[in-house]
Each structure stands twice: as C-alpha cells, then as structure tokens.
C-alpha cells in the first residue's frame, strides 16, 4: 500500500517534481507556511504551491523543479512550482529507488523515482549515492572522447549508446562494460 501525502507530511523524506508556474493564484494573500530557509508554502487540496530560490535536495527530500524557462533553476532566483499530493513519493537512502534516464538529443541525464508513472521495471533501480555516481560517469561518457581512444570504432556515438544503454539497464560496472567492449572490439 503506497502512502498517502497531504500538508502534514510531505515534507519528510520525499521525492517531488514540481511543476514551475508563474505565480501563485491570487487567492493566497500570504503563504501557509514559511521554513527557516526562506521557501513558502501554500496548500490546495489538490497539492501545494512552493515558492523559492533553492530546489534539488530541500533537508531529507529531493525535489525538482520542472522549469518552464531557460534560466537556471538554482541561481537565487525565485521561482515557484506546483506538485499535486499524489506527485510525491517516499525517499530514502537506504532502498534501491531510482533510475536513470538520458535524452541523447540534449545530452541531459537525470534520475526519476521508481513510482514515476513512466517507469517500466527495465531500468536498473540503485540507491541515491550509486545513482549519482552513475550519473557522472554516463555525463563523462556523453562529454567527453578521450575514454574512447582504445576502441577500434569509426563510430563514437553508436559505441557512447552502447555504453550508457549498459550503465542504465544492467548492473554491470563501467569497467566491466568498457573491458567487455573492448575485448569485443579487437575480437577476442
């Protein structure tokens, strides 16, 4: 049974993503709430407004904010999102519950909860600290070429999917996968 969030405890080891909005409808004339940090709160019943210039880790939560604009997210700025209750979702350090996802044509890498209404059980789960890890080494993949100099490939983007195809649905390591690659590529 998935538990259900409301204004009472979706601050407490959650993931979120909330989606930006201008402003904050006109019914509200001062916030619900106001944390140490600066970020208001404005409850619905269908979720919460939150207004503020930090997003990504907020305490013992993970929140995103799915921007509309170019600006950077996190740049002092403040900017507000909306995320309806049933957006959030349990988050811990401890359980395998993310995975990774990568758009090769912006060459943007993220992660995204296991309960995310997209996840369709392929990609591999991991705990928070190995999914950052994977994330780094996926964007040294993706911006970089000198890993590839050992590979006999006239093709570096084929050979960069195989390998972040790899990294995103097995459990192999990097240098397992480089090795098995390399090994295949000069047909051992």
């Keep these: 049974m998935s538990k259900t969030y409301h204004r009472s405890n979706f601050h407490s080891h959650t993931f979120c993503e909330f989606m930006e909005v201008e402003s904050v409808p006109e019914i509200f004339n001062k916030p619900n709430y106001k944390s140490k940090s600066g970020s208001s709160y404005y409850f619905t019943e269908e979720g919460v407004y939150r207004s503020s210039n930090h997003w990504g880790r907020a305490a013992n939560c993970r929140w995103r904010l ?3 604009s170019k600006a950077k997210v996190n740049s002092n700025l403040i900017r507000i999102g909306f995320a309806k209750w049933t957006d959030f979702y349990p988050n811990n350090e401890t359980e395998p519950i993310f995975y ?18 997209n996840y369709d059980g392929k990609s591999v789960l991991r705990k928070a600290a190995e999914t950052a890890k994977v994330i780094r080494q996926i964007k040294e993949v993706l911006e970089t ?6 590979y006999d490939t006239i093709n570096i983007d084929s050979l960069r999917r195989d390998i972040i195809h790899q990294l995103c649905f097995s459990a192999l390591s990097l240098l397992e996968i480089k090795r098995n690659l390399l090994a295949h590529s000069h047909g051992k």
């Design 66 to 68: 799915i921007a509309t």
């Design 100 to 117: 990774i996802e990568v758009n090769f044509e912006t060459s943007e890498v993220t992660f995204q909860h296991k309960n995310h209404v």
């Design 145 to 150: 070429n000198a890993w590839a100099k050992y």
